[in-house]
């Protein structure tokens, strides 16, 4: 939870600190804690992104995930989807397309087989579709895939929120490749 304070303070290295020290701890713990252990790994995962470090990110959000289906029996849920989410977003600044369109897509499989209609987070993952066919070069399914985000995003997403900047960078990066240059501005 400390991690999680810091990270919304901006104190990015003191949260990245303060989660090693959880996931020391937990690390040391038997198999019973693995719910918590995962939400350990995640948190440092969010830190590490937030500083940059992005295959750290990545390697944390790939441990958190392997707990959390450990702690579910193998069994998908909104938390192993968010786990996926977390990866692609890490995959996509790693401009590994290819891999964040796969974790996009568990996502994605997981939410719908789970009854998730609209929501913030089937809307993250469509945004991360959306990039990863953008980096691909496969430009109308990042645009299916971006606007639909936004569209959602705009329902739940207070208008203020620094996630705006992501997806409209994104939605500028689409146009400019359509060749929409007012549009992209």
């Given at each position: 939870d400390l991690c999680g304070t810091y990270m919304k303070q901006g104190l990015i290295d003191e949260a990245i600190s303060i989660g090693r020290s959880a996931v020391e701890c937990f690390d040391m713990t038997d198999d019973s804690q693995n719910q918590l252990q995962a939400i350990?790994?995640?948190?440092?995962?969010?830190?590490?992104?937030?500083?940059?470090?992005?295959?750290?990110?990545?390697?944390?959000?790939?441990?958190s995930l392997k707990l959390k289906l450990a702690s579910s029996a193998n069994k998908p849920n909104l938390s192993v989807a968010i786990a996926h989410v977390n990866i692609a977003d890490h995959l996509l600044f790693l401009e590994r397309y290819d891999d964040?369109?796969?974790?996009?897509?568990?996502?994605?499989?997981?939410?719908?087989?789970?009854?998730?209609?609209?929501?913030?987070?089937?809307?993250?993952?469509?945004?991360?579709l959306g990039s990863a066919y953008l980096g691909l070069d496969e430009l109308e399914e990042a645009k299916k895939n971006l606007l639909k985000g936004a569209a959602s995003k705009g329902k739940f997403m207070a208008a203020k929120d620094p996630e705006w900047a992501q997806l409209n960078l994104d939605l500028a990066r689409l146009y400019a490749a359509l060749g929409e240059k007012t549009t992209a501005d």
């Open positions: 350990a790994y995640n948190n440092l995962s969010l830190a590490h992104c937030e500083a940059g470090e992005y295959r750290e990110a990545l390697d944390c959000s790939r441990r964040a369109l796969v974790e996009a897509n568990a996502a994605l499989q997981i939410l719908d087989a789970q009854g998730f209609g609209d929501s913030i987070i089937r809307a993250t993952t469509l945004q991360n």
